[in-house]
């Protein structure tokens, strides 16, 4: 088994990890804000903030920046050392982390929109269809990278 394909599936778990860490910050944010027990939260004081919860996603941008670089990395140097199959393979694995990527960003500013939004006030300058727009956005960014997922596992056969 060639050095770069062993390369190659430790930067996969690496992105496997990445994704894990969105997912459970996901599952928290939407556990926490988007469901009527939230809802209950809120009216008796139990929420987590949404700062909180902004600082939660924030905390992916550095981790998924490590993982993209990870990546560029291996790209630059192992460019002409990869077969066709991990080329493929490789390929497509970056597209997926940078779609990963992507879609952390608009959580974030999906968050950040929500932390604006929850300070209140008639001069709030968050109005509902900026908001509306970020989730737009987000949801497309989950599409993009679970498309793009889809194509990565059915092409895992030719490193793994």
């Known amino acids: 088994m060639s050095n770069c394909r062993e390369q190659i599936k430790n930067l996969a778990y690496s992105v496997n990890d990445g ?3 969105y997912i459970t910050i996901h599952d928290k944010i939407f556990k926490e804000a988007a469901t009527f027990k939230s809802f209950l939260k809120n009216i008796f004081g139990r929420a987590v903030p949404m700062s909180q919860l902004l ?3 924030e905390s992916l941008i550095p981790l998924w920046n490590g993982i993209s670089e990870k990546i560029a990395s291996f790209g630059r140097d192992a460019n002409f050392s990869m077969d066709e199959d991990e080329r493929y393979y490789f390929e497509i694995l970056s597209r997926y982390a940078r779609a990963v ?5 608009a959580l974030v500013e999906r968050q950040r929109l ?6 209140g006030g008639h001069d709030n300058p968050v109005s509902w269809k900026v908001y509306q727009d970020a989730e ?3 949801q ?3 599409q993009k990278y679970m498309a793009i997922g889809q194509e990565l596992n059915n092409a895992g056969h030719l490193v793994f």
């Open 101 to 105: 990527y992507e879609t952390v960003v």
């Open 55 to 57: 600082q939660d996603a």
């Open 136 to 138: 737009r956005t987000y």
């Open 140 to 142: 497309s960014a989950t």
């Open 19 to 21: 994704l894990t860490a």
């Open 114 to 119: 929500l932390n604006e939004r929850s300070k």
